[in-house]
């Protein structure tokens, strides 16, 4: 049985920063991608951060390179580092899994396995 784990969010005011993770267990396809969504109250969930098993990544736009993404292998963590947090970057944010390692580049958000989101609320 496939978890995902989110922990690390929080509140933070405009400029700052926040790393979550992502503790992934159960886990077992050699070829994957994973990565970060989030879901801002009234809004679609997006994209924000993919990894493949091939450490191909990609961004959102929105990104602009305040955030970075990244596995620990060893402990089975997927990481997101957060800086420069801005008001609109509020909402949950949620760990996804799935083997179609090949719709990396797409951002889409349709994932088979999903974490119960954590919080993170940015004030101005």
């Known amino acids: 049985q496939v978890q995902l784990k989110e922990s690390g969010g929080g509140s933070v005011e405009a400029g700052g920063s926040l790393k979550l993770s992502c503790t992934v267990s159960?886990?077992?396809?050699?070829?994957?991608?994973m990565g970060w969504a989030r879901q801002a109250p009234g809004k679609e969930r997006e994209g924000v951060a993919f990894?493949?098993?091939?450490?191909?990544?990609k961004y959102g736009d929105f990104v602009k390179g305040r955030f970075t993404i990244s596995k620990d292998n060893t402990e089975n963590t997927l990481l997101l580092e957060m800086n420069n947090l801005q008001p609109e970057d509020t909402g949950v944010y949620y760990c996804?899994?799935?083997?179609?390692?090949?719709?990396?580049?797409?951002?889409?958000?349709?994932?088979?396995?999903w974490g119960q989101g954590t919080q993170v609320t940015v004030s101005s």
């Open positions: 996804a899994a799935d083997e179609r390692w090949w719709l990396l580049e797409y951002l889409g958000v349709d994932f088979n396995y």
């Open positions: 990894i493949d098993s091939n450490t191909r990544i």
């Open positions: 159960g886990y077992t396809a050699t070829r994957y991608r």
